[in-house]
T-cell receptor
């Protein structure tokens, strides 16, 4: 069974640009969550989607947004990039809701903002 | 405020030297406690879920236990391939998200 797939693996962007990251969940998983990982803050929750609806959102500015498609694939978008947005962005899928079902993570997209 | 604290931050062991990692948590209504392993350049890999105090789970050289305030990940006779960062996370009663600790970086030398 294929795992969670994230594309691209690496991105380099300039301040002020926008970026879109893509995630394909494990087949049969309807919940997709996004996390930001940095050395200083660790893993921080961005948002969770289930059946194309955002069910929960973390404490990130409105520049961070996401969506989920009918096939459960998800994208997240960051507009007006800042240097502090440099991080590893991780997507995870689960069968049930993220808080009480195990999350299965992809290997992330490493975003560098210059 | 929901919080997860892991200790120690880093742990160096000799191959075969057993030890334990600690995860202390405060959460308003625990829905699950999760242990993950993360290797450099990769996403976290799921290890265990614990749901209630007294519960234990085992996998090869790893054993996870849960009390009302903390969880332990016991590593018995570790091997160099057990070297990784071990992350603990809790799901709260708001649902939908996990709160992660900062992790314990484990290094096992042959």
């Amino acid at each position: 069974k294929a795992g969670v797939t994230q594309t691209p693996r690496y991105l380099i962007k300039t301040r002020g640009q926008q970026v879109t990251l893509s995630c394909s969940p494990i087949s049969g998983h309807r919940s997709v969550s996004w996390y930001q990982q940095t050395p200083g803050q660790g893993l921080q929750f961005l948002f969770e989607y289930f059946s194309e609806t955002q069910r929960n959102k973390g404490n990130f500015p409105g520049r961070f947004s996401g969506r989920q498609f009918s096939n459960s694939r998800s994208e997240m978008n960051v507009s007006t990039l800042e240097l502090g947005d440099s991080a590893l962005y991780l997507c995870a899928s689960s069968i049930g809701q993220g808080g009480n079902s195990p999350l299965h993570f992809g290997n992330g997209t490493r975003l560098t903002v210059t | 405020e929901d919080q997860v604290t892991q200790s120690p931050e880093a742990l160096r062991l000799q191959e075969g030297e057993s030890s334990s990692l600690n995860c202390s948590y405060t959460v308003s209504g625990l829905r699950g406690l999760f242990w993950y392993r993360q290797d450099p350049g990769k996403g976290p890999e799921f290890l265990f879920t614990l749901y209630s105090a007294g519960e234990e789970k085992e996998k090869e050289r790893l054993k996870a236990t849960l009390t009302k305030k903390e969880s332990f990940l016991h590593i018995t006779a570790p091997k160099p391939e057990d070297s990784a960062t071990y992350l603990c996370a809790v799901g709260d009663n708001q649902g939908g998200k996990l709160i992660f600790g900062q992790g314990t970086e484990l290094s096992v030398k042959p």
